[in-house]
Each structure stands twice: as structure tokens, then as C-alpha cells.
Nanobody
Framework: QVQLAESGGGLVQPGGSLTLSCEPS????????MGWYRQRPGAQRELVAA???????DYAAAVEGRFTISRNGRNNNLWLQMNNLQPEDTAIYYC???????????????????WGQGTQVTVSS
């Protein structure tokens, strides 16, 4: 089992920045690709960014160039640096970890794996 603890959400004005953090615990050596999902009001949970154990990254088109995902290879701590935030980025953001052997395409295709409790990001003036 893996537990994921997120932090770093909050209220920010349009154009501002936030950094989300995720700290895994438990059976962290079995973790494969990790990522950040978000769920906007009235919408389904969607993948925002993902990173493999080797450091390969992938982003949703809506955040490409504004968000950066990074990962510590030793302890699997995960971050999401979010710049130039816009009101449409308002959502609950969830840290996600998949088991070794999973892939980023699988993360795009379906929900699964381990989840954090979510952290609220609100972009408003």
C-alpha cells in the first residue's frame, strides 16, 4: 500500500503561481509512473501531467508550457509547478501513483492506482 500526502494548494490571482507537493509513504519502492490529476466543478477527473521513473514527462495541452512536473528519484516526492494560472485552472488537484509496470498511456486511459486526498486550487481576482 502507498499513501500520498499533498500540500500547496490555495487562492491565487490570475497570472500567479503555485507549487503543489506530494509525499508518498508506505511501499514506495513499488511505485512506477506518477502524476497530477484535477477535477473541476461539474467535470470528470482529468490527467494534467505525468512523469515516469526515468523522468519522461507528459502534459495536457491546456497546461503545456505553464505547468512543470518533477520528481525525486530516491523518495518519489512529486511536485507540480504551476505558472500563469488562469480561472479555468480552478480545481481540486490529486496526486496519483501507479505500480511499477504501468505506463503513462494507461494513466491517460483510465483512473486507478493510489490517490492523495486532494488539494484545492482557486484562481480568482
Amino acid at each position: 500500500q502507498v499513501q500520498l500526502a499533498e500540500s500547496g494548494g490555495g487562492l491565487v490571482q490570475p497570472g500567479g503561481s503555485l507549487t503543489l507537493s506530494c509525499e508518498p509513504s508506505g511501499s514506495i519502492f513499488g511505485i512506477g509512473p506518477m502524476g497530477w490529476y484535477r477535477q473541476r466543478p461539474g467535470a470528470q477527473r482529468e490527467l494534467v501531467a505525468a512523469v515516469t521513473t526515468g523522468g519522461t514527462t507528459d502534459y495536457a495541452a491546456a497546461v503545456e508550457g505553464r505547468f512543470t512536473i518533477s520528481r525525486n528519484g530516491r523518495n518519489n516526492n512529486l511536485w507540480l509547478q504551476m505558472n500563469n494560472l488562469q480561472p479555468e485552472d480552478t480545481a481540486i488537484y490529486y496526486c496519483n501513483a501507479r505500480q511499477r509496470g504501468s505506463t503513462i498511456p494507461t494513466m491517460w486511459a483510465r483512473l486507478g492506482g493510489y490517490w492523495g486526498q486532494g488539494t484545492q486550487v482557486t484562481v480568482s481576482s
